[in-house]
């Protein structure tokens, strides 16, 4: 089966400028993850969709960010306006539903903030 | 929140040799998953192993194991026959009644032909 898409794989922007990202989960995974990844630390979960409603934000910095998943299928993560502090990469995944279920990541998408 | 505490950020292992990752968290919750994730360099975060807390016997995945003590809350993982391939990231993440997933801050794991 095919894995979560995502992209781009990379982005080089300036601060104060605007980025999206694109995720396109497993066929039939219900639930839908964004991840902001810091280097050397571990994942941090952005935020959290059931179908096309979101479960989880409450790490989401909803000033700068947002994120949608219009029909419960793929998802964008938007910034705007960008600061230095979100360089890292962002990781979208999936799984069949909430629960025990095991989560697949996607590549990722390294953001890099100049 | 749970927190996830992995205190080795750096482990190295000599080929086909055993090498062990710590992992201890903190929760007051009984009833939770725990899970290994590898991050090969390449970024793509892959499944190794998981734990159901409410299971006594220890997890394990052909080379991988796991020592899950419960009331000592720490999940260590057991990586036998150390090959090439088994070089990345590894993370201990924690999943709550409440389906959120904390990773802790990873250990990098290099293997020395």
């Known amino acids: 089966e095919a894995g979560v898409a995502q992209s781009p794989r990379y982005k080089i922007i300036e601060k104060r400028q605007s980025v999206a990202f694109w995720c396109n989960p497993i066929s039939g995974h219900a639930t839908l993850y964004w991840y902001q990844q810091i280097l050397g630390q571990g994942p941090k979960l952005l935020i959290q969709f059931q179908n096309n409603g979101v479960v989880d934000d409450s790490q989401l910095p909803k000033d700068r960010f947002s994120a949608e998943r219009l029909k419960g299928v793929d998802s964008t993560l938007k910034i705007q306006p960008a600061k230095l502090e979100d360089s890292a990469v962002y990781l979208c995944?999936?799984?069949?539903?909430?629960?025990?279920?095991?989560?697949?990541f996607g590549p990722g998408t390294r953001l890099t903030v100049t | 929140a749970q927190t996830v505490t992995q205190s080795q950020p750096e482990m190295s292992v000599q080929e086909a040799e055993t090498v062990t990752l710590s992992c201890t968290y903190d929760?007051?919750?009984?009833?939770?998953?725990l899970f290994w994730y590898k991050q090969p360099p390449s970024r793509q975060m892959i499944l190794v192993i998981r734990?159901?807390?409410?299971?006594?016997q220890n997890a394990t995945e052909n080379r991988f194991s796991v020592n899950f003590q419960k009331a000592a809350k720490s999940f260590s993982l057991k990586i036998s026959d150390s090959q090439l391939g088994d070089a990345a990231m590894y993370f201990c993440a924690y999943r709550s009644e409440y389906y959120k997933l904390s990773f802790g801050a990873g250990t990098t794991v290099t293997v020395r032909a």
């Open positions: 734990q159901e807390a409410y299971k006594q």
């Open positions: 995944a999936s799984s069949f539903r909430q629960g025990g279920y095991e989560q697949y």
């Open positions: 929760t007051s919750e009984s009833d939770y998953y």
